[in-house]
């Protein structure tokens, strides 16, 4: 069966073939309503922020609204270590996932915090190097 | 030679037409269970709609999102978030890193790039 290629795949074709090529699992390129979704899963967070980095120069400064990259990174599994990696302050842990929830403790800037299990995409359950357990937002935890 | 044809035609279409219903009985009752509203899918191809999030979902979580960038404001309608205000564009990748996780419709990035 002959696979359609859209025009926004056309667009993102560098992109598309750099994810192919560091074997970005479960790979899924779809056209829907004039915006592609690409989801998947990397290795490394260097894979992402590569692929990143590519949609940003296909697309400066993500004007054009026409793509949704999902891109997970594998590394990021319960039992693994990750940096805090905030821009300077320390990172909230919270009773639950979401920012209207308590906050339990922090996880100092550059600290190293243990992920215990994953919630959603952007919270986690970890475990501070105090022994502090509680949810952290995603964003700011780089896996070692 | 012409009836071995319209044989062997007849044979291949035999066979294609027990495939095709072979594969169309048994995928409906893998997906019964699994998919809520069931779409009507070619056989061949593996690729489901993109699932979108509900707008109470993104808007938790855009919420969540912009939580540290104070100059950015996100309105959602109808799955599409649209982003206005003014942000840095050293943080504006990070914060399209993680709106793009939430599975919005769309973003409509409207920000102003100081």
Redesign the interface.
């Given at each position: 069966m002959a696979v359609q290629m859209g025009a926004l795949q056309g667009k993102y074709q560098e992109l598309i073939e750099a994810a192919k090529s560091a074997g970005v699992n479960n790979l899924q390129v779809r056209e829907q309503d004039n915006v592609l979704y690409i989801d998947g899963e990397a290795a490394t967070g260097q894979i992402k922020d590569n692929l990143w980095s590519i949609y940003n120069k296909i697309d400066p400064d993500f004007r054009a609204g026409d793509l949704i990259m999902n891109i997970n990174v594998s590394a990021m599994a319960p039992g693994a270590k990750a940096t805090v990696t905030t821009q300077s302050s320390n990172l909230n842990i919270r009773k639950g996932p979401g920012t209207d929830q308590p906050i339990v403790g922090k996880a100092e800037h550059m600290s190293t915090v243990t992920l215990i299990s994953k919630t959603s995409d952007q919270w986690w359950l970890v475990r501070s190097e105090q022994g502090e357990e509680g949810y952290a937002y995603a964003q700011y935890l780089s896996v070692q | 030679m012409l009836k071995t044809n319209l044989k062997i035609t007849g044979f291949a279409i035999i066979m294609s037409t027990g495939m095709y219903f072979t594969s169309c009985k048994s995928k409906p009752k893998e997906t019964e269970t699994k998919v809520e509203n069931t779409t009507v899918e070619t056989p061949?191809?593996t690729?489901a709609?993109?699932e979108i999030a509900s707008d109470d979902a993104l808007t938790?979580?855009v919420?969540?999102?912009t939580?540290d960038y104070p100059g950015v404001k996100a309105d959602v309608d109808n799955g599409e978030v649209t982003l206005t205000g003014e942000i840095e564009?050293s943080k504006?990748?990070?914060l399209?890193?993680?709106l793009?996780?939430?599975?919005?419709?769309?973003?409509?990035?409207l920000l102003t790039?100081k």
């Open positions: - | 061949q191809t690729t709609p993109v938790t979580g919420k969540d999102a939580k564009r504006l990748q990070t399209m890193m993680t793009n996780t939430l599975k919005p419709k769309k973003i409509n990035n790039i």
